[in-house]
């Protein structure tokens, strides 16, 4: 009697969040404001990638902007570019992959500007080789760059948020922290990791009722940023797939994050892609990804699957 219960409540519960889900989706939630918020964003140095234009859309709405970076020059000229778009702008220059370094350089933001309420940990590296062509210290270092990381500046801002019940906590996951593909091992493993860690930390607050600090994971497809250049997996996903401009692949994402949107899938077809991959039979995915034109999402996984069928 006690398992007919449970599933009654279950089955109650997943049909409200699809009605849920419907409403956002028909109509539209208003987009909060983060005018005069403190926003940082790790990995805000380079030229072509997300946390640069994270930046600049975050200084158009008015918030005040706190810039990590290994890169110091670059993370100056993300500055100056904040700064042109009249925002305040505070640049630091961090290892996030050095947990000593992220709590002292917190400690310094606390100090100079004041209490974070939106950390975008967006920082990221890959190296782009295969597991056992690539070093120790290579592997490490994106464990501790891509996951590691999140780790040292959720612990360093989030007890202030939760005392606050106010803020915001958005992960810069990934394509590869959903679907596993070759040749990339060590940057897959780092994003599997921290959205499972971003999962984790979700349902926490959710549990604490602490429902005034939101998260977002955001899961981009391939983007153009230059991070996965000469890779042999680029080359072949290119050949399906054209890669997300950074431009749009940010402003839709801004759009989620300011609609306080817990997962966003950059395109949206992911979203059938993450769901039919644990519900549906391996054939019957293939099928329906085929027929809904949407296939080029799995080819990671269609490409492994009938290499193993083929030697079998």
Same mark, same amino acid.
């Given at each position: 009697?006690?398992?007919? $219960?449970?599933?009654? =409540?279950?089955?109650?519960k997943v049909v409200g969040c699809i009605i849920q889900a419907l409403v956002r989706w028909i109509k539209k939630p208003p987009e909060k404001t983060v005018t005069n918020e403190i926003c940082l964003i790790t990995g805000a140095a380079s030229a072509k990638g997300? /946390? &640069?234009?994270?930046? =600049?859309?975050?200084?158009?709405?008015?918030?005040?902007? $706190?810039?990590?970076?290994?890169?110091?020059? /670059?993370?100056?000229?993300?500055?100056?570019?904040?700064?042109?778009?009249?925002?305040?702008?505070?640049?630091?220059?961090?290892?996030?992959?050095?947990?000593?370094?992220?709590?002292?350089?917190?400690?310094?933001?606390?100090?100079?500007?004041?209490?974070?309420?939106?950390l975008v940990n967006n920082a990221g590296v890959v190296a782009g080789k295969p597991i056992l062509q690539c070093s120790d210290e290579l592997?490490?270092?994106?464990?501790?760059?891509?996951?590691?990381?999140?780790?040292?500046?959720?612990?360093?801002?989030?007890?202030?948020?939760?005392?606050?019940?106010?803020?915001?906590?958005?992960?810069?996951?990934?394509?590869?922290?959903?679907?596993?593909?070759?040749?990339? @091992?060590?940057?897959?493993?780092?994003?599997?990791? $921290?959205?499972?860690?971003?999962?984790?930390? #979700?349902?926490?607050?959710?549990?604490?009722?602490?429902?005034?600090?939101?998260?977002?994971? $955001?899961?981009?497809?391939?983007?153009?940023?230059?991070?996965?250049?000469?890779?042999?997996? &680029?080359? @072949?996903?290119?050949?399906?797939?054209?890669?997300?401009?950074? @431009?749009?692949?940010?402003?839709?994402?801004?759009?989620?994050?300011?609609?306080?949107?817990?997962?966003?899938?950059?395109?949206?077809?992911?979203?059938?892609?993450?769901? #039919?991959?644990?519900?549906?039979?391996?054939?019957?995915?293939?099928?329906?990804?085929?027929?809904? /034109?949407?296939?080029?999402?799995?080819?990671?996984?269609?490409?492994? &699957?009938?290499?193993?069928?083929?030697?079998?």
């Amino acid at each position: 009697m006690g398992v007919l $219960v449970d599933f009654v =409540l279950l089955t109650a519960k997943v049909v409200g969040c699809i009605i849920q889900a419907l409403v956002r989706w028909i109509k539209k939630p208003p987009e909060k404001t983060v005018t005069n918020e403190i926003c940082l964003i790790t990995g805000a140095a380079s030229a072509k990638g997300l /946390g &640069r234009l994270f930046a =600049l859309e975050f200084a158009q709405r008015g918030a005040t902007l $706190v810039l990590w970076d290994i890169d110091a020059d /670059g993370n100056e000229k993300t500055a100056v570019q904040v700064m042109e778009r009249g925002a305040k702008v505070y640049a630091y220059t961090c290892d996030v992959s050095q947990r000593q370094d992220v709590y002292k350089t917190a400690e310094r933001v606390r100090q100079e500007v004041g209490d974070v309420t939106v950390l975008v940990n967006n920082a990221g590296v890959v190296a782009g080789k295969p597991i056992l062509q690539c070093s120790d210290e290579l592997l490490e270092r994106t464990m501790k760059t891509n996951c590691h990381a999140h780790f040292w500046t959720v612990k360093a801002f989030l007890p202030k948020m939760m005392e606050m019940n106010h803020g915001h906590i958005v992960t810069i996951a990934g394509y590869f922290g959903l679907f596993a593909t070759a040749c990339v @091992e060590d940057y897959c493993a780092s994003k599997f990791a $921290v959205v499972g860690f971003h999962e984790a930390l #979700s349902h926490q607050l959710r549990a604490k009722q602490i429902n005034g600090v939101k998260t977002t994971l $955001v899961c981009p497809c391939l983007v153009k940023t230059g991070m996965f250049t000469g890779c042999r997996v &680029r080359r @072949e996903l290119d050949a399906l797939l054209s890669p997300l401009k950074p @431009e749009d692949c940010v402003k839709t994402a801004m759009k989620g994050i300011l609609s306080n949107q817990a997962i966003i899938c950059i395109p949206r077809v992911m979203y059938f892609a993450v769901v #039919s991959k644990h519900l549906f039979p391996w054939d019957v995915q293939v099928l329906a990804h085929k027929f809904l /034109g949407i296939d080029k999402c799995m080819y990671p996984f269609i490409r492994q &699957r009938e290499s193993k069928n083929a030697t079998t």
